[in-house]
T-cell receptor
Framework: GENVEQHPSTLSVQEGDSAVIKCTYS??????FPWYKQELGKRPQLIID?????GEKKDQRIAVTLNKTAKHFSLHITETQPEDSAVYFC???????????FGKGTRLHILP | KAGVTQTPRYLIKTRGQQVTLSCSPI?????VSWYQQTPGQGLQFLFE???????NKGNFPGRFSGRQFSNSRSEMNVSTLELGDSALYLC?????????????FGEGSWLTVV
């Protein structure tokens, strides 16, 4: 089945700088890659997703890139703000079974 | 539109007992997935139901089971509870018919086993 690895597990970034979180997946058939943000004590919420027919997608300060050949995808947050502090999860879904499999998460700290 | 609703939100059980958690999906959603969240392991997939049928299953022991009703509401049950079952159990719903559907999470049920 699909396996998703996520790095780093913890990331501290100065406010205003950029943050990058990287994920790799194992199933070459995977075609849907969502990213979720989970604030302390709250539910995970979708912040951006990308499908395998595009290489990059951007939404304001957030962008996701996908490299199908290398089977990795990344989340980029620019001009980080205190409210970006949270745990971020990447995920992958394959049409073989439609399961959405998550990475173990990255705890992002935005330093003042 | 109401979001995914999970009950109960918090519960404490004793080792050896069993527990049932409930999930009401977003109206119109037919797929319900369950995840276990623990600090070290992130979000681990338990199972997924679509139109009352288990469509996918994760790598959890048979003590973990679930079902889905005709109104798409779902329940999961854990029997013979162990201390390691203490976790946040998240339910997520989606339209579910084709692959690559966005899933929407509920607030979760916090289970503590003592």
């Amino acid at each position: 089945g699909e396996n998703v690895e996520q790095h780093p597990s913890t990331l501290s970034v100065q406010e205003g700088d950029s943050a990058v979180i990287k994920c790799t997946y194992s199933d070459s058939a995977s075609n849907y890659f969502p990213w979720y943000k989970q604030e302390l004590g709250k539910r995970p919420q979708l912040i951006i997703d990308i499908r395998s027919n595009v290489g990059e997608k951007k939404d304001q300060r957030i962008a996701v890139t996908l490299n199908k050949t290398a089977k990795h995808f990344s989340l980029h947050i620019t001009e980080t703000q205190p409210e970006d502090s949270a745990v971020y999860f990447c995920a992958a879904s394959s049409p073989r079974d439609d399961k959405i499999i998550f990475g173990k998460g990255t705890r992002l700290h935005i330093l003042p | 539109k109401a979001g995914v609703t999970q009950t109960p939100r918090y519960l404490i059980k004793t080792r050896g007992q069993q527990v049932t958690l409930s999930c009401s999906p977003i109206s119109g959603h037919r797929s319900v997935s369950w995840y276990q969240q623990t600090p070290g392991q992130g979000l681990q997939f338990l199972f997924e139901y679509f139109s009352e049928t288990q469509r996918n299953k994760g790598n959890f022991p048979g003590r973990f089971s679930g079902r889905q009703f005709s109104n798409s509401r779902s329940e999961m049950n854990v029997s013979t509870l162990e201390l390691g079952d203490s976790a946040l159990y998240l339910c997520a719903s989606s339209g579910g018919q084709t692959s690559g559907n966005t899933i929407y999470f509920g607030e979760g049920s916090w289970l503590t086993v003592v």
